[in-house]
Nanobody, 119 residues
Framework: QVQVAESGGGLVQAGGSLRLSCTAS????????VDWYRQPPEKQREWVAGMPGSGVSSVTGRFTVSRDNAKGPVNLEISSLKPEDTGIYYC?????????????????WGQGTQVTVSS
């Protein structure tokens, strides 16, 4: 079983920046892609940014997804924070698990981390 956990959320002021981390744990697995989503209050979950498991960083506007090393967490950095960035941020990890020599796909979500931006 692969487990995913987000961390780094909190209360920040508008204009600041924040770094969230997504950690996948388990045995015998590889990551194909990591995506970050967010769910603002009373709205639907929406895609924010993503990157391949190979570690090539991705920049989408104010959102940068990166990985310090092949085994480390996948980070989401948000710059110039706005009150509308408030919400629960989720990490979705897709990849392959090696179960007794058979590669099986997995698609796991974390529990989310709350980000609140004050004006």
């Amino acid at each position: 079983q692969v487990q995913v956990a987000e961390s780094g959320g909190g209360l920040v002021q508008a204009g600041g920046s924040l770094r969230l981390s997504c950690t996948a744990s388990g045995t015998s697995f590889s990551i194909d892609h990591v995506d970050w989503y967010r769910q603002p209050p009373e709205k639907q979950r929406e895609w924010v940014a993503g990157m391949p498991g190979s570690g090539v960083s991705s920049v989408t506007g104010r959102f940068t997804v990166s990985r310090d090393n092949a085994k480390g967490p996948v980070n989401l950095e948000i710059s110039s924070l706005k009150p509308e960035d408030t919400g629960i941020y989720y990490c979705n990890v897709r990849g392959l698990r090696n179960i007794r020599g058979t590669l099986l796909p997995f698609d796991m979500w974390g529990q989310g981390t709350q980000v609140t931006v004050s004006s």
